[in-house]
């Protein structure tokens, strides 16, 4: 598989330096200072590929053109939205980058709780504690339904909990879920979320679902005509969250979008982590079973709690059996090689590292430290140079 690695641009503190020496050769990456649904221009697409190929890397993915609240909700500025997404994909196409990794996350993209969970080892990891999200939701954004979407025992705990906390520790946690993640299109405070959250009040999953059926429509056949592949990352949490609708939780809801609007152009992102927090979901079986339409994989692992919480574990451990995840992309790999297929490798890049050693500390892009992804990609390099080994 090709070996990639997500930067943040000319602001990460993991410099392309890094990137090179951790062993990756393509650079995932995104125009994050245009990401509010404005055209990318070919001029600044054009700078920040050369400044990937100075460091001696290739601008493999871009992750993500972001799909703008106003096209999921089809609302306010929508079509004009609608039609800036493909002038980008076509902008992007014509620079020669044509895998876009995207979402169609509502409001809150990948969420966590805590962003520096301490782990056994000493370094800190993501987490999601289900509790401490209902302790939010319920009792301090005191969303309007909110007690009707969490058990009774949850809201037992969460009241528990909440009561145990102190100011600072409820403001951590408000920032951790709506004030901030990595590349997100905008951030919010408390009122401004309610009032996001209210635009979503009468949008139901099924309606939900068709305004992102409606997009694909829109968009694949301009990203096939330019020999683009766009592939949709799965909600992270693959659950509800303030009542706003999922439908990219598990394997009903990946086939329902192939099958929306067939094309080599509608595809996925096989993201291990954000797929294996769902207990339905077969990660190795979802690898052999979509592998068609994988365009990108997102390799980590998760240590899943009865209750609905989790941890981001390992990269080979966790619930994931990871060497059986790359075995199923490594054999779709070979099926297109010998297809005759041109582009024939998935792209990979170690997701969420933990933060370890000199990152303990260090202001990083959490999930996003260098030495924990590093360890990442070592390992998954091991189990693929192994794979390979065997096959030969």
Known sequence: MKQTWRWFGPDDSVLLSHVRQAGATGVVTALHHLNDGRIWPAEEIATRKALVEEAGLTWSVVESVIVHEDVKTRTGRYRELIDNYKASIRNLSKAGIRTICYNFMAITDWTRTDLDYPMWHGGTALRFDIVDFCAYDVLVLKREGAEADHPAERIAAARTRHAAMSESAVAK????????????????????????????????????????????????????EAGVKMAIHPDDPPFPLFGLPRIVKDADDAA?????????SNGLTLCTG????????????????FGPQIHFAHLRNVTKEPDGSFHEAEHLEGDTDMVAVVDALLAEEKRRKAAGTEDWEIPMRPDHGHAIVDDIGKKVNPGYSCIGRLKGLAELRGIMRTLETLRS
């Open 173 to 224: 946690l408000e920032a951790n879920l709506i004030g901030w993640v990595p590349a997100r299109e905008f951030v919010h405070d408390r009122e401004g979320f309610r009032r996001v959250l209210d635009v979503y009040r009468d949008v139901t999953p099924e309606g939900f679902r068709e305004n992102l059926f409606t997009l694909l429509r829109e968009i694949i056949p301009v990203a096939e």
């Open 256 to 264: 329902a979008i192939l099958a929306a609007c067939p094309s080599p």
């Open 274 to 289: 954000s797929y294996g927090a769902n207990p339905r979901n077969d990660l190795p079986e979802m690898a052999r079973r």
